[in-house]
């Protein structure tokens, strides 16, 4: 897992509102709204979960949660992007071929991880990218987790 800063001059008000014109609900049959919107999820008063529409689900999208609060000059808004389930799957498969001494299968499952990792970096950039130009982001921090860990948004 791994965070993201995100700094706006806008206030909280207008950060909900503009996160709600990009996040649509989640629908089984294809609809006005929803398809207009590239992401899915819910925005709530402080905080949202979304993940990038797309046509199938699929197992590398990365459900991404955020929070957001008043700062010094606009809005503080944090992302979390968690691992991958098939991620962890993959590493928990390799730790296994190591043990038993199987090569091939561990070279088979190293490109699988490096496939499965390249999907995943690049479904969370583009959801990440979809909420920074939404809320006309001018400054994004990578957090690194120790550090995110110890402080939140209150």
Known sequence: ???ISIETE??????????ARVVGP??????????FRPLVGRVEAA??????RTARRAMWQSKIEGRYAAAETGTRIELDV???????????LAIVAVANG???????????????????????GRAVSI???????????RLWPAAHSERRIA
């Open 1 to 3: 897992m791994f965070a």
């Open 131 to 141: 909420v920074r130009n939404a809320v006309g982001a001018r400054r994004l921090q």
């Open 26 to 35: 989640r629908v089984r049959n294809a609809s006005a709204t929803a398809t």
């Open 102 to 124: 199987d090569g091939a299968i561990l070279g088979l499952l190293a490109v699988v991880a490096v496939i499965a990792t390249a999907a995943i970096a690049y479904d969370a």
């Open 10 to 19: 806008l206030a909280p008000d207008e950060v909900r509102s503009r996160l």
């Open 82 to 92: 968690p691992a991958a389930a098939p991620l962890i799957v993959i590493i928990a």
């Open 47 to 52: 905080s949202f979960r979304i993940r990038r």
